[in-house]
């Protein structure tokens, strides 16, 4: 459709340079031109004209030719300029994943390292209030052992005691009764009541003893 529009355009142009000559020729007396000339004038301008149209075609071919081949290589340059970008972002993205993980791994093993020093704080401190606890129930036990011992033997002593001096009578002790009997036998005997008075005396049995009226 191109060809045939500079055609047409071509041919609208030797017409009007024909007649723009005519005109001229019209003034002045021309020779008179044969229709053989005529006809080998439009051919060689008929031939010019497809030299022209083929020099345009090829020139049009050649520019699109270079159009196809700019484009081409821009697209090209597009292309690699969108893979490498799409490379660096890619690469970015990763590096700041590898970071994150990174990040992320390093507060949790921190986590993990605060939180078992926590646990061992905390159990250390419970096993300390738990020895405290024991040692002083094992002093309290022990206590308890240690004394039982004397508390039976004295509860012991204190029942022989009370079996041998017989403290529950309403006339007094064993010792305080055999002490008024031996008084008793002073006036018969005094010599029998002052003997056993001393051999009382030098065993102790004589102090704190109730004097006879």
């Given at each position: 459709?191109?060809?045939?529009?500079?055609?047409h355009?071509?041919?609208?142009?030797?017409?009007?340079?024909?007649?723009?000559?005519?005109?001229a020729?019209?003034?002045?007396?021309?020779?008179?031109?044969?229709?053989?000339?005529?006809?080998?004038?439009?051919?060689s301008?008929?031939?010019?004209?497809?030299?022209?149209?083929?020099?345009?075609?090829?020139?049009?071919?050649?520019?699109?030719?270079?159009?196809?081949?700019?484009?081409?290589?821009?697209?090209?340059?597009?292309?690699?300029?969108?893979?490498?970008?799409?490379?660096?972002?890619?690469?970015?993205?990763?590096h700041?994943?590898?970071?994150m993980?990174t990040?992320?791994?390093?507060?949790?093993q921190?986590?993990?390292?605060?939180?078992?020093?926590?646990?061992?704080?905390?159990?250390?401190?419970?096993?300390?209030?738990?020895?405290?606890?024991?040692?002083?129930?094992?002093?309290?036990?022990?206590?308890?052992?240690?004394?039982?011992?004397?508390?039976?033997?004295?509860?012991?002593?204190?029942?022989?005691?009370?079996?041998?001096?017989?403290?529950?009578?309403?006339?007094?002790?064993?010792?305080?009764?055999?002490?008024?009997?031996?008084?008793?036998?002073?006036?018969?005997?005094?010599?029998?009541?002052?003997?056993?008075?001393?051999?009382?005396?030098?065993?102790?049995?004589?102090?704190?003893t109730?004097?006879?009226?």
């Amino acid at each position: 459709m191109m060809k045939r529009h500079l055609f047409h355009l071509s041919l609208g142009m030797l017409f009007f340079f024909l007649t723009q000559a005519g005109g001229a020729l019209a003034v002045e007396v021309a020779p008179r031109i044969s229709d053989r000339e005529i006809i080998e004038r439009l051919g060689s301008l008929e031939n010019g004209l497809e030299r022209i149209e083929r020099r345009m075609d090829a020139m049009q071919k050649h520019l699109e030719q270079r159009m196809d081949a700019m484009q081409k290589h821009l697209e090209q340059r597009m292309g690699a300029m969108q893979k490498h970008l799409e490379q660096r972002m890619d690469t970015t993205q990763k590096h700041q994943e590898q970071r994150m993980d990174t990040m992320q791994k390093y507060l949790g093993q921190r986590m993990d390292a605060q939180w078992n020093l926590m646990l061992v704080i905390i159990g250390g401190i419970f096993g300390l209030i738990t020895g405290i606890f024991g040692l002083i129930g094992f002093v309290v036990w022990d206590r308890k052992t240690a004394m039982r011992p004397l508390e039976q033997r004295f509860a012991g002593i204190a029942r022989e005691l009370e079996r041998d001096l017989d403290t529950a009578s309403p006339k007094g002790s064993r010792l305080t009764r055999l002490i008024s009997a031996v008084r008793e036998f002073a006036p018969d005997d005094p010599r029998l009541a002052k003997d056993i008075m001393e051999a009382l005396k030098r065993h102790s049995l004589l102090d704190g003893t109730p004097e006879k009226a």
